[in-house]
C-alpha cells in the first residue's frame, strides 16, 4: 500500500488577497517585535528553571545538577546527532525521574535533583543514548536542540550547525502550507484522477545495472524487463505529486485519528486503480508469485494490508493451501471478500463450524495487523509465506514495514519466506536538468530567472516526490541503508547513514557541463528503493522491483531533497582557487560527503530525513553546509 498525497490551494477572492496580505504583515510585525521582546527560552533538564541561552542553561545544569554538557560533547567527541541524542536522552531519563548517569529511578524529581552526581570519568560511560530513537525531539519546539552547536562550525568533518530562527522560519512556512486531515481525506479520491504531463527529457535513458540476484544462476528481471536488456525511458505522463508538509506540534491528531485518515484514504477506488495500473509493480509481485511454484503450492500466505486482494488472488492462483488477507480499512475488506467470492477463491464456513464449505483459500480479516492476536483468529507462528506490498515514498514513508515485522516475528513460521525479502535505498545527487530553473530562463525569450530561484528556495525547505531523468544525475549512486526483511529488527527502521558521492558528468545533459573544465553544478540529493524477491526464496524466479531513474517509472516516483544553494562539482583536473570556498565555480568539490538519518516522525506514518552536507576539494580542503530537515507526510 503507499502512496499519493496532493496538496490543496484554496481560492481566494482580490479582496481576500488584500485583506490576507495587510493581516499578514500586521501578524509579522507584532510576531517580530514578541520575538524580540522575549527572544529563546531554554528549559533545564532537570527543573523548570528557564535561560535566555544555551551558556547559561549549561552553566546551570553544571553547577546545580551536576551536568557539564560542554564535558560530555568534549570528552566523549560527539557530534551533532551525538549531542542531539544526548538532549533528547536526558529529557526522556528526567521524566521518569531516572538518573541519566547511573540509570537509579527515583521516587520524585525533588528526590532526582537530590540524587544527581558527578561523573568522574566519562571516557569510561557507555553512551546510553547511542540508539536512533533519540533522534526524534523529545520535547516539542526544544529551542537546546537547534542552539547548542553555535560557533562550532567545521569541528566535525560531517558536523554543521542549526540555524534556530532559520529553522523556526522553515517551520512556520510549513505550516501556512499544512493541510487539514479533513480536507485531504474528503478530496484525495478526486485527485487521485487527475494527471498532468510532465517535462520530458530529449534524451533517452540507459541501464542501471543494479540488482538484488544473490548470486543466483538464473536470470533475474528488474520491473518485467531482463536485467541485460537495455532499458529504454518509461513514458512520460503521471500523477501531480505535490507533497504536504507537516509541522510536529500538530498535538490535536492521536494515532488513532491518523490510522482512520489513512486507512480511509486507502477506501477511495481512485488509489487502488493507480497501484493496479503501475505495471512495474504487478509484474514485479506477479513474477514472484507465479514463477516461483515451489514456494507457494500448498502453502500458507499472509497478505499484510491486501486491499483489492490482488496479491491474495495470485497466491491463491499460484496454489497457496490458504490465504489470509488482512486489511483494515473496513470498506476495503468488504470489497476484497467480495472480489474472492466473485472469483470462486473465498474461503467460508458456517458459523460454529471449522469445516470449509467453499472451494476457495482466501479469508479476508479486517483489522489492524497489530491487533489480529487479541481476536486469536491466527495461531502464532503458523504462516508459511508472507506477502506485502508495504512500500511508500522514499520507501518508509507511512512506517508499514513495522506492521510487516510485527506480522512476521507473530505469525511466520522459522525459516518461513518473506515476498520481498530485500530493500535498498540509494542516493544521487541532480543537476540543474533536473529542477524547474531552466524553464523559467527561457519563457518565449523572457528572462523569468526570479522564478526559478524563489521555487529553488523553496524547494529546500520540503521534499519533493517527481520524476527525475537519469540524464539528470551528475553524481555517482550510492547505497544509503540495505534492510535484510528476514532478520532486521523493528528499531531498525530507523536509521543514520554516511555516504560519499562523487562527479559522474557523462550522465548530465551537455549543455550543462563546461567540457573544457568539466565542472557542473549539484542541486540537491534524489532517493529512490528497490526492493528484492532474492533466490533466497524464489529459486525459480527472482525479481526486483526498482523505482530508480534509470528503469521505468513507477507510482513512488522519486524523492527530492534540494539543497540551500548549489554546489559546483568537478570530475577532471580544474584550476583550483585555493583561496576560494570549496564548492563554488572557482573551486568545485570532487567529493560530496553525505550523512543522512531517516527517522518516524512524531506524526503517525510520517517520517523525518535530515541532511548533512559536505565538499571536498581536490587538495582535502573541507566545506560544511547547515544541517537540512526535512518532514516527508
Known sequence: MAKNGTEYEPTFTDDDDEESEELQDWNDWDAKEEEEEEGPDFLCFFCDSRYSSCDDLFDHCSSTHHFDFRAIRKALGLNFYGSFKLINFVRSQVVENRCWSCGLTCQSNQDLQNHLHETVNFKDMTPLWDSDEYLKPFLQDDSVLYSFGEDEEGEDDYTAVVDKEELMSDLRHFEEICIDHDIHVEKIAIDFDTSYESGKSNVASSSNGYSNNEGSPREVTING??????????????????????????????????????????????????????????????????????????????????????????????GASKVIAVEASEKMA?????????????????????????????????????????????????????VSEWMGYCLLYETMLSSVLFARDQWLKPGGAILPDTATIFVAGFGKGATSLPFWENVYGFNMSCVGKELF???????????????????????????????????????????????????????????????TWCFGVVLWFETGFTSRFCKEMPAVLSTSPYTPKTHWLQTILTFKEPIAVTSGKSNIDK???VGTEACPAVRIPLRISIARASQHRNIDISLETAGVDPHGRKRNWPVQIFNLG
Open 334 to 386: 468488504a470489497v476484497a471478500t467480495q472480489i474472492a467470492k466473485d472469483n470462486g477463491l473465498l474461503w467460508s464456513k458456517s458459523p460454529g463450524d471449522s469445516t470449509n464449505h467453499g472451494t476457495g483459500v482466501i479469508e479476508v480479516v479486517q483489522g489492524m495487523v497489530e491487533e489480529l492476536d487479541k481476536s486469536r483468529l491466527i495461531q502464532p507462528h503458523s504462516v508459511d509465506v508472507l
Open 457 to 519: 528556495e523553496g524547494a529546500s525547505k520540503i521534499p519533493f516526490v517527481d520524476s527525475v531523468d537519469d540524464h539528470g544525475l551528475v553524481t555517482s549512486a550510492a547505497v544509503l541503508q540495505s534492510f535484510d526483511l528476514v532478520t532486521m529488527k523493528p528499531d531498525e527502521v530507523d536509521f543514520t547513514a554516511n555516504v560519499e558521492l562523487e562527479p559522474n558528468l557523462g550522465g548530465a545533459a551537455g549543455s550543462l557541463t563546461d567540457l573544457k573544465s568539466e565542472t
Open 225 to 318: 524487463m531482463d536485467s541485460r536488456e537495455h532499458v529504454e525511458s518509461a513514458g512520460r505522463k503521471t500523477k501531480e505529486n505535490k507533497l504536504r508538509a507537516y509541522i510536529p506540534n500538530h498535538g490535536s491528531k492521536d494515532v488513532k485519528n491518523i490510522n482512520d485518515d489513512y486507512f480511509g484514504a486507502y477506501s477511495s477506488f481512485g488509489i487502488h486503480r493507480e497501484m493496479i495500473s503501475d505495471k512495474v509493480r504487478m509484474d514485479a509481485y506477479r513474477q514472484a508469485i507465479l514463477k516461483n511454484p515451489s514456494l507457494l503450492k500448498s502453502a500458507v500466505v499472509m497478505d499484510v494490508g491486501c486491499g483489492t486482494g490482488i496479491l491474495s488472488l495470485f497466491a491463491a492462483q499460484a
Open 579 to 581: 583561496s576560494a570556498a
